[in-house]
């Protein structure tokens, strides 16, 4: 059985609206109330919280952004590119990865309200991240990019929102 098909199996990794497959690893009991957090959140959020998430071969996860911070942390596989739209005239790509001599890191920062997408560079191979998310991911914090207006937004950078969106 081929490794990325065995740790979708043993993490219980199902398929995540952005592409690739993640389950969700710890929520925190904490709590943060409504009235303590930016207005950008309509509710209470929990503290933090953690995820697995893989991608092999082809597979991607698309142009997204949320509303708070994750921290991304490479486990296993091959080197994971992140790319991260800083404004119209820049993508910036971190390499997620463990060969630390060529450029790589073990974890990386993308800051809340960041267009970001993510790719394994060996398309014949798998990486295995997690990712932790601050105050904790909800789905109404999660925003999947539209082709058409992120091509409107940041015309420059057309052939990777083509690529990388769905």
């Known amino acids: 059985m081929e490794i ?16 690739g497959f993640y389950k ?11 009235e303590f957090l930016p207005l950008k959140y ?5 503290l933090f919280t953690s995820i697995y998430f893989l991608l092999y071969g082809n597979k991607f996860s698309a142009f997204h ?4 911070d994750e921290i991304w942390h490479f486990y296993e ?5 992140i790319h991260i739209i800083e404004n119209k005239y820049s993508v910036k790509t971190i390499r997620l990865g463990d060969d630390l001599e060529n450029g790589d890191t073990f974890q ?7 267009w970001f997408a993510a790719e394994v560079e060996d398309k014949n191979s798998y990486s295995l991240v997690g990712c932790t998310v601050s105050p904790g ?4 914090d999660f925003e999947l990019g539209k082709r058409s207006r992120l091509i409107r937004l940041y015309p420059k950078h ?9």
């Open 4 to 19: 990325f098909k065995h740790l979708i199996e043993n993490l219980n990794l199902k398929e995540h609206p952005e592409g």
């Open 24 to 34: 969700e690893v710890f929520r925190s009991n904490l709590k943060i109330k409504k």
């Open 42 to 46: 309509k509710n209470d959020r929990c």
């Open 65 to 68: 952004k949320l509303k708070s």
């Open 77 to 81: 596989g091959t080197r994971l590119l």
């Open 108 to 114: 990386t920062v993308i800051k809340s309200g960041h």
């Open 137 to 140: 991911f909800e789905y109404d």
């Open 158 to 166: 057309k052939k990777i929102i083509e690529r990388l969106t769905r």
